[in-house]
DNA sequence: GCCAACGTTGGC
DNA sequence: GCCAACGTTGGC
């Protein structure tokens, strides 16, 4: 099974919004990003996804698991543009914040902290462990 | 609010 | 197909 990170501004759609959508999850639509979108596409169904917010907290809050695998962005006028859906498992029990990651080592190859500006992301094994090793679980 | 980083676009 | 210009993202 693979891992993955995604990112969303909480003040448009944060983690509390995915955990109110329950068992039936939330299309992750609006991505107009090739790498994203293609991260997206290798995505499985069960999948586990860090969940993080953007510009409010800077942080990992949750865990959400892939609910439905890529299909055709609803909001988006191109078949081209996929999507994946996602469920909210449970909240990470402290939360990682961005400067937490950038000064641990075993997390300086993390996408997260290289390139910052990419919504979707793979993580590694190794990384998903450290971050919740880092949130106290 | 600023600006650096980076992906994308479009002219050649 | 290259690469300069542009727009967007997101940390600070």
């Known amino acids: 099974m693979a891992r993955w990170l995604m990112k969303s501004e909480p003040d448009v759609f944060g ?5 109110a959508k329950g068992a039936a ?15 997206m596409k290798k995505m ?17 809050v949750g865990i959400a698991e892939v609910s439905a695998e890529a ?40 996408v997260l902290v290289k390139n910052s500006r990419l919504s979707v992301q793979p993580v590694t094994d190794a990384e998903w462990t450290v971050v919740l090793e880092m949130s106290g679980e």
Request: aromatic share 8%; hydrophobic share 35%; glycine share 6%.
């Open 44 to 60: 499985a169904l069960g999948d586990e996804v860090f969940f993080y917010h953007s510009n409010i907290g800077k942080e990992i």
């Open 71 to 110: 299909h055709p962005d609803s909001t988006a006028d191109d078949p081209k543009w996929q999507c994946v859906d996602i469920r909210a498992v449970r909240p990470l029990k402290r939360p990682v914040t961005l400067a937490e990651c950038k000064a641990e080592p075993r997390l300086a190859e993390m």
């Open 25 to 39: 999850g939330e299309e992750w639509d609006g991505v107009r990003s090739a790498q994203a979108t293609g991260n």
């Open 15 to 19: 983690w509390d919004d995915l955990v």
